[in-house]
């Protein structure tokens, strides 16, 4: 016969109707302590081009600055719209700055505040959303494929080439004085994988702006302003009142919605018992929803 006994001695449980089963979350765009890592932090000014505030656990590019006399303030950044483009993730570490209120709970910052963020290889661990299906990677490698999905700002499922979706129309027709915004419609010729209101978009192929504002303004990152469906729904810029003309936008247009592997590794996945992001596009809100789904990744 085992030496053995019929119990596990050392085994750790809870009474019933007393905590979750899983009691362990996190909080998206948080650093976990390292102090190996901590003096990789680093630092910079989000760009005044930026049109959706940044909160910690978002993708984010580095860009240089366009003088040098704002060098030492570090790196101009914006969110990134491309694997390829990702540099590092912004985090709410050291984000002293980032200002909330008790109706938009999500500390944020705006256009020229300074963003904490690591850069990809710093090996910081870092907490960001994640699509609850990926929990079928726990028990696998720590170095399985993922994707970083733009319109939400989480991690998903890997694709192994850039998912795009072909674009029928991007319309404008009227300027609202009061807000100062320019609506524009755009009816996709699939379905996409927008969401609803608050989504992020990124557009691009648009050669024609219909009146005297940059492209760039346009072949960018956007938010859902209002949905009917995941084939229709429209997003808004601010500008003057000229700078657009009514119309169609001309080009082979695309919604651009993921392009090939995250360069990290997955060293868990929680379900359901963590803190995200949920921003309101309509009303600039970001709160948090506490049964949210975190990934912890490795950069």
């Known amino acids: 016969m085992a030496n053995s006994v019929s119990i596990q001695p050392m085994n750790t449980g809870n009474a019933a109707g007393g905590f979750s089963v899983q009691s362990e979350g996190y909080i998206q765009g948080f650093a976990l302590d390292d102090p190996a890592i901590r003096n990789s932090l680093a630092m910079g000014i989000l760009k005044d081009t930026e049109t959706l505030p940044m909160w910690g656990g978002v993708a984010i590019s580095e860009y240089l600055q366009a003088s040098a006399q704002n060098s030492a303030l570090g790196p101009g950044i914006g969110r990134a719209a491309n694997v390829a483009g990702i540099t590092g993730f912004a985090v709410f570490n050291q984000a002293h700055a980032f200002i909330n209120t008790p109706q938009s709970q999500v500390p944020t910052a705006s256009a020229n505040q300074s ?3 690591y850069r990809l290889g710093s090996g910081a661990r870092i907490a960001v959303a994640c699509e609850p299906s990926l929990v079928s990677l726990n028990g696998g490698l720590v170095s399985q494929q993922v994707g970083w999905d733009f319109l939400n700002q989480r991690l998903e499922t890997y694709k192994a080439s850039g ?13 609202d004085p009061d807000t100062g915004l320019w609506t524009f419609v755009v009816v996709a010729a699939a379905a996409s994988n927008v969401l609803g209101v608050g989504d992020a978009i990124n557009l691009s192929g648009i050669t024609d702006t219909g009146g005297t504002a940059a492209i760039t303004t346009l072949n960018t990152n956007h938010v859902v302003t209002a949905f009917t469906d995941n084939q ?19 080009g082979t247009i695309v919604l651009n919605e993921s392009v090939g592997a995250l360069t990290c590794k997955v060293l868990a996945v929680e379900v359901g018992n963590s803190k995200i992001v949920s921003y309101d596009a309509v009303n600039n809100l970001a709160n948090w929803n506490n049964s949210g789904t975190v990934a912890i990744i490795e950069i």
Request: no cysteine; net charge negative.
């Open 115 to 117: 963003i904490p963020f």
């Open 232 to 250: 229709n729904f429209s997003f808004q810029v601010a500008a003057d009142a000229d700078a657009y003309a009514a119309g169609a936008r001309s």
């Open 163 to 175: 998912a795009t979706v072909s674009v029928t129309s991007v319309t404008t027709s009227a300027y």
